[in-house]
């Protein structure tokens, strides 16, 4: 047996300490395979959201046009629509018309993956055994993994909000210039991602807050460690992000303007000014358990439990051999805050509970190993080491049913106001006739409806350089024949009535509720019809 500091039991300990790095990177990468293979594979078997093609569309003006211009009252920040462009020339898009579901989605999809390592900057303040829960958690979890899927800017924000936290968490282990720049950062990054971060700066501000009136000798020596240079690192980097970005680096200064009108703008949306207006408990409710009477009962209240143990465990019986004391008391506030700051204002959407679900996912690691820590008797760690295996095969069997079973179905909690599958057969009727048509992709399409009902008809149409939107039919101009007609029910009286002669006309599924109508025009329909019949 070696002598206690002699080179033999020193190169011991370092030998063991090498083998638990290399099994916990193991472990991380067998999570991250898991975590990967969940957002990635099929991605492209949902039909595009419509706000996934609004984004989408935007990001093809600036692949093609290079300009970017914010808007306040709509869209969000400019980061998606930046980051997304390397994947674009990567898979060797030069236009909008090249660009596919499966180039878009896999900048959400890639970054909701991120979040699995970047748990190991937490090492030093979450136990090995937390921070592997945690992973799984973040891989398998039916939200996470679904808006990960999903083309819109939410899954930027989780992770530019947990990058912060982690080089915070880090800047508090050891100062230095780098780590303050790299918080600001990730600050600055969330900003330009969504107006929806100031939420997220104000439960970090309550979660320092709380820390600091907890212990305020600490806190005092704490602070006074800080050094200038290190937060004019933080505020400059901050700053420096979204004034880039919102500027479109520099050619645009007005949208340094609009970044601040868009306070105001989102402030009267989340009181009330919004059509996605929902009670307290909208976010709560798939969480903890939904049902619709049919398909799997819908629930990741096994997450719930185990933050609501961390929560408890940190405030009135620290363990630190599950992790450090403060950070976990910092994370239970800014969960807790964060998850009633999303569920007092009413204007919510699913993919919002993102945010404030990740806290809870952390939380969920230090709470597993609390909850078999404060088990004295093996048998009892026995059945709570079963009862976490069993909710967290169920989260994973969500997972997948919600992904690729009823990944457009409204008894999805995570599906809202969804493009029904079929719209894609609308979608393969306008290919039909292109291909039977002389002028192929180069007919004129003719879309009349209202902007709700117009999307996500420019993702799909993105390949036909002849199409026109009109939302008030007498603005349509007169004088040419288009070969297609694309309306609603609502809209279709105020059209030509030669639409009843000419054309042949078939209705679609939109969305829930939804209608869309197409028209062909007849000669084109009677070559559709003859195609098909050759082909029988």
Known sequence: MPVPDSPDHLSSIHNSQFAIRNWQSAIFLLICIL?????????????????EANQAV???????????????????????????????WASGGRSFASTTEVTL??????FGVALIPMLLALRRGLSGVALAVAAVLTAISPAMVFFSRFYIQEMLLVFFTFGALACGWLYFLRRSASRAAACGLFLGLMFATKETSVLAYTAMGAGLLALLLSDRRQAMNW????????VGWLVFSALAVPVVLFSSFFTHPAGLVDM???????????????????????????LLYQYEGRGPHWSEAVILALALIAIVVAWL??????????????????????????SVISHKTPWCLT?????????????AVAAVDLARRGWIRALIGILLAAGFSHLAWLSAQANFRYFADPVNPYVYAHTNLDFLN?????????????????????????????????????????VGYWEDPAQVPKGHVPGIVITTPELQPQLSAGLDTDFQGEFYGLRPSVLMLIYIRRDLWERVLESQSGKR
Not at 261 to 277: E, M, N, P, Q, T
């Open 260 to 286: 601040f009108r868009s306070f105001a703008i989102y402030f009267f949306r989340g009181l009330g000014d919004s059509l996605h207006l929902h009670p307290w408990y909208f976010y709560l409710k798939p």
């Open 58 to 88: 935007r990001t093809g003006i600036l692949l093609e046009t290079g300009v970017y211009r914010y808007d306040p009252a709509d869209h969000h920040g400019p980061s998606l629509y930046y980051l997304s462009l390397p994947f674009v």
């Open 355 to 367: 945010s404030f679900h990740h806290g809870l996912i952390i939380l969920a690691g230090f709470g």
């Open 317 to 342: 019986r620290p363990n630190p051999a599950a992790g450090n004391t403060r950070l976990v008391r910092f994370l239970a506030v800014y969960a807790v805050v964060l998850t009633v700051l999303y």
């Open 35 to 51: 975590g990967l293979w969940l957002r990635v594979w099929q991605l492209d078997l949902r039909p595009m959201h419509h706000d």
């Open 223 to 230: 602070l006074s460690t800080l050094r200038c240079q290190h």
């Open 105 to 110: 989605r896999l900048v959400p999809a890639l």
């Open 426 to 466: 609308l979608v393969k009727r306008v290919e039909q006739v292109a291909r039977v048509a002389p002028e192929g992709r180069g007919l004129l399409i003719e879309v009349v409806a209202d902007p709700y009902s117009m999307w996500p008809l420019p993702w799909y149409l993105r390949r036909f350089p002849k």
